[in-house]
């Protein structure tokens, strides 16, 4: 069976590396990475022309095609492809809207009865400072479009607020900001595979959004991940699945527009409950690589049965008891300004420690090294027998591997791995 992975980041290499697990598997990504250049068939394709995806499809005449990356989904990708008779695994435009547009993700939300933060949708500053004085300090002030995770400003500082407000509002035309109230405890990235009427949940996550240690610094895509929750509360999938999960799924088909593909539900355990923080519409990065580490079935047979809406007959999900850990190694000066060309080596030595080193922004040049291209660069995961075990592997690894101006967060996992996460805590 040939599979179709359109994406390059460190999560297509996570995927891709997955499905060939099975030896019935064959993969060509697009465009791909020299990572994924090593152990799958790429092509060159600009992921946002649409129609040069349509044509590449045609050429290689897969039996179905992963969509990895939101910006394709949410302009319409998955559509064009089934529409020239692809199965394919992703969303359609009108239901990658959940992570296109906050409001609308707000809207379906409330209509689902799901439980989420308090919000109000400005167009004005006047608009957005009263919402802002309403809901009171720490302040969150999101764009309503898509921003590769960077669109979310949470902050004490109200004049830096409503800057970030303002510049949302400005930067297009139809700018717009949803403004909401705080949502304190614990952070969860549930990802749930749907064919649009059933949904089944995968393991759960813990991402690091922001740079530093501590949670020091701005947001950014993401800079490591950890799987199981040792912390999350008893029946935590079951529930969110009850709760969250399967409404949503319930309220895009009641419309019409079907949900098909990963729902992927950013959650905040609070003192008061879960709360969803928002959704996206596809799989996350770097949770995918800590997620799909532990998956023992086959994620092929998933995707598939997902995409010709046979989820209800595919036996339960088995997962290894094992923990994983993945670490971001980024660019220096990301996620402001990453600066790009550096070389990197060693990687060989971290995948000889048993590391799996999945790559994101790498390039090769004419001379065959491995050089610095995007701000997450590498995502190095390992699994082990606790956290514990999967961090200090993941770290070997990472110790391994050199790259000027090279940065990383020293505490995915640790706080989880002792034991020192309670709920009410902000991750
Ligand atoms: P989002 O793009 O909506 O996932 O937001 C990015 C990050 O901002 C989240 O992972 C949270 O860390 C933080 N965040 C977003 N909304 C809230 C909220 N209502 N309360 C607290 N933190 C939030
Ligand atoms: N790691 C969060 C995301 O993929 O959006």
């Given amino acids: 069976m040939l599979i179709l992975v359109i994406g390059q980041g460190a999560r297509e290499h996570a995927i891709t590396h997955t499905l060939l697990l099975d030896p019935n598997i064959e993969v060509v990504c697009a465009p791909g990475n020299p990572g994924i250049a090593q152990i799958a068939k790429i092509a060159p394709v600009d992921v946002n022309e649409i129609s040069s995806v349509v044509d590449l499809a045609k050429t290689h005449k897969p039996d179905l095609v992963v969509i990895g990356p939101e910006a394709p989904l949410v302009a319409g990708l998955a559509d064009e492809l089934r529409s020239a008779g692809f199965l394919v695994f992703g969303p359609s435009k009108a239901a990658a809207a959940l992570e296109g547009s906050k409001s609308f993700a707000k809207e379906i939300m409330q209509a689902a009865g799901v439980p989420t933060a308090d919000s109000k949708y400005c167009q004005s500053v006047p608009e957005a400072k009263a919402a802002l004085e309403l809901f009171g300090s720490p ?161 092929s047979e998933l995707l598939v049965a997902a995409a010709t809406g046979k989820l209800s007959s595919l036996p339960a999900l088995d997962w290894k008891p094992d923990s994983a850990v993945t670490v971001v190694m980024a660019a220096k000066g990301y996620p402001e300004s990453p600066s790009l060309g550096a070389v990197i080596s060693g990687i060989n030595h971290a995948q000889e420690l048993g590391s799996l080193v999945y790559h994101a922004g790498t390039k090769t040049n004419d001379d065959g090294e491995l050089l610095v291209n995007g701000g997450r660069v590498l995502s190095v995961t390992a699994l082990g027998s606790d956290l514990a075990v999967a961090r200090s592997q993941a770290y070997s690894g990472v110790e391994r591997i050199r790259f000027d101006g090279e940065h990383h967060r020293s505490d995915i996992a640790l706080k989880a791995a002792l034991g020192e996460i309670r709920l009410g805590d902000h991750n």
Wanted: glycine share 12%.
């Fill in 139 to 299: 302040y969150v002030v999101k764009d309503d479009g898509l921003a590769a995770g960077k669109g979310v400003v949470v902050t004490d500082d109200f004049d830096m607020a409503v800057a970030h407000a303002m510049a949302c509002i400005d930067s297009r035309d139809g700018g717009a900001v949803v403004i909401e109230e705080f949502l304190d405890g614990p952070e969860v990235s549930l990802f749930g595979v749907s064919d649009g009427t059933t949904i089944v949940p995968l393991t759960p996550a813990q991402d690091f959004k922001r740079v530093g240690d501590n949670d020091a610094g701005p947001n950014t895509g993401g800079m490591g991940a950890y799987s199981p929750l040792p912390w999350a509360p008893k029946n935590f999938v079951t529930e969110v699945t009850k709760t969250v999960l399967q409404p949503m799924i319930a309220e895009m088909n009641r419309r019409g527009t079907p949900f098909v593909g990963l729902l992927f539900a950013g959650l905040a355990v609070t003192s008061r409950g879960v709360r969803v923080i928002e959704f996206n519409a596809r799989f996350g990065d770097p949770e995918t690589q800590v997620v799909l580490a532990r998956l023992n079935s086959s994620l």
